[in-house]
T-cell receptor
Framework: AAGVIQSPRHLIKEKRETATLKCYPI?????VYWYQQGPGQDPQFLIS???????DKGSIPDRFSAQQFSDYHSELNMSSLELGDSALYFC??????????????FGPGTRLTVL | AQSVTQLGSHVSVSEGALVLLRCNYS??????LFWYVQYPNQGLQLLLK??????LVKGINGFEAEFKKSETSFHLTKPSAHMSDAAEYFC???????????FGQGTELSVKP
């Protein structure tokens, strides 16, 4: 079965640079979530989109922005990168018609290292 | 606001022994509860979920969890640990469909031969 695809899997950037992370949800999933997992930390919710509209916002820095496109893929844009942005970034997707469970399916993550 | 607390950041068991990972939640409304497993340098894989149906939930790899409203708990158990169970385990909660997951701090499970 198709899973959530994230690209790139690994990314190395310098401080103050910009990074773009991409997420391709499971086919027919209309909701995308972004999470950030720092070293030794639990995943923290950043932002989510439902049907191409922002549906919720968490602890996402103003330097970050995201959007969901017409084909439901999503991109997380990160500018003025800081050392503290080094983390594993997960994308998850779900279907608005998932019944009573709202199960989120996670991608493998993008490991961002800021030097 | 809802939250999740996992007791014990590290749990070590012997192969073949009972696995018990503790999770307590706080929510003002009936929650959806999940257990995820994360192997080193990998993503999150769903083990099992509670969605207000049966209170005893069976998941993959022989894991199960019991929702106890009176104790606000959703502890994860496995009768007999296997070496391949060594990983990080996260308990998570959300309260509505389409909602963000709130994760506990995680419990690292080690399995000794």
């Amino acid at each position: 079965a198709a899973g959530v695809i994230q690209s790139p899997r690994h990314l190395i950037k310098e401080k103050r640079e910009t990074a773009t992370l991409k997420c391709y949800p499971i086919p027919r999933h209309d909701t995308v979530y972004w999470y950030q997992q720092g070293p030794g930390q639990d995943p923290q919710f950043l932002i989510s989109f439902y049907e191409k509209m922002q549906s919720d916002k968490g602890s996402i820095p103003d330097r970050f922005s995201a959007q969901q496109f017409s084909d439901y893929h999503s991109e997380l844009n990160m500018s003025s990168l800081e050392l503290g942005d080094s983390a594993l970034y997960f994308c998850a997707s779900s279907s608005g018609l998932a019944g009573d469970s709202n199960e989120q399916f996670f991608g493998p993550g993008t490991r961002l290292t800021v030097l | 606001a809802q939250s999740v607390t996992q007791l014990g950041s590290h749990v070590s068991v012997s192969e073949g022994a009972l696995v018990l990972l503790r999770c307590n939640y706080s929510s003002s409304v009936p929650p959806y509860l999940f257990w995820y497993v994360q192997y080193p340098n990998q993503g999150l894989q769903l083990l099992l979920k509670y969605t207000s149906a049966a209170t005893l939930v069976k998941g993959i790899n022989g894991f199960e969890a019991e929702f106890k409203k009176s104790e606000t708990s959703f502890h994860l158990t496995k009768p007999s640990a296997h070496m391949s169970d060594a990983a990080e385990y996260f308990c998570a909660v959300n309260i509505n469909q389409g909602g963000k997951l709130i994760f506990g701090q995680g419990t690292e499970l080690s399995v000794k031969p």
